[in-house]
């Protein structure tokens, strides 16, 4: 097996398939050895699971899955990296890859053709230019997955695992929340990677679970709601929610008032058990 994080290795490969990194698509591939063993094992990429890789690159961590998982299936864009996946991967026969774009990828439908009895799970180093839709997508496709763990920048891990109810939370950060648990696992430094990028990593691990969708009566409104207030986070929720969806202040004050908080309140400081309130109330009052 060919030790892909070795520098001499990638170059051969490089030159062998006249392979240059696209900037555009993301393109900055693991060379810290000790980076995708970890990963794969957060990952659950263990015996009994399927895993979903996201991006292979030349297949550094794509690897790492396979000689865990009982099978991998990746998605990868770029046509170019085919034939490269074919030498690098060619001792694996648990591994596939599909060359689409993940955003366009029915995630369910590739869960039932590919996995059948398996427990799965989600896995990638993110290409950083579309970390939130890829990680939306996955979450509201409500796929059946034990978790989701991926390498993203430094600053969206933050957004991503912050606590709501404190200024590091975000519309992001609210929207997870609803579908599950983020927490962040380990920093990767920009050193890690070829090219490096400007910015240094983390890997996150987000598990599924029902805690709120089960306690939020109107996912929609929920949504909306955490959409309008985010958008003006420096405005009052009375303020935002005002210009956002027309709701009137004094009814805002109300609920602020019955759920404890006071009328300042901003969308910052709700946590999420405040805004399940928040929204329930809303809900029954418009
Ligand atoms: N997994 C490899 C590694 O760690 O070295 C590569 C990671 S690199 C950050 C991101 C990968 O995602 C690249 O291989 C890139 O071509 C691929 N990619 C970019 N946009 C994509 C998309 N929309 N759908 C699927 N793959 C994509």
Request: proline share 3%; net charge negative; hydrophobic share 40%.
């Amino acid at each position: 097996m060919k030790n892909l994080t070795n520098i001499s290795v990638i170059k051969e490969l490089l030159e062998k398939y006249g392979f240059k990194f696209s900037k555009g698509l993301g393109q900055n591939f693991l060379i810290n050895p000790s980076v995708c063993p970890k990963i794969a094992e957060y990952g659950l990429a263990k015996e009994g699971y399927g895993i979903i890789e996201i991006g292979t690159g030349f297949g550094t961590l794509s690897c790492e899955l396979a000689k865990g998982a009982d099978k991998v299936v990746a998605v990868e864009i770029d046509s170019r990296l085919i034939p490269v996946l074919d030498e690098t991967m060619s001792e694996f026969d648990n591994f596939k890859v599909i060359n689409a774009d993940i955003m366009e990828t029915d995630l369910n439908a590739l869960i039932k053709d590919e996995f059948d009895g398996l427990k799965v799970a989600v896995c990638a180093n993110l290409p950083y230019y579309i970390t939130s839709p890829v990680i939306m997508k996955l979450l509201e496709s409500e796929i059946p997955v034990d978790a989701i763990t991926v390498m993203v920048q430094k600053e969206a891990a933050g957004r991503l695992c912050a606590k709501m109810g404190t200024r590091e939370s975000g519309a992001i950060t609210a929207a997870v929340n609803y579908y599950g648990t983020a927490e962040l696992l380990f920093n990767v430094s920009r050193g890690s990677f070829m090219p490096a990028p400007n910015v240094d990593s983390a890997v996150i691990q987000i598990k599924p679970d029902n805690k709120y969708r089960n306690k939020i009566h109107d996912k929609s409104l929920y949504f909306k709601v955490i959409k309008g207030a985010f958008a003006q986070r420096r405005k009052t929720l009375a303020n935002s929610l005002n210009s956002a969806m027309g709701i009137e202040k004094e009814k805002i004050y109300d609920i602020l008032r019955e759920i404890d908080l006071p009328e300042t309140a901003r969308c910052e400081q709700l946590t999420m058990d405040n805004w399940t309130e928040f929204v329930n109330i809303l809900k029954n009052i418009i």
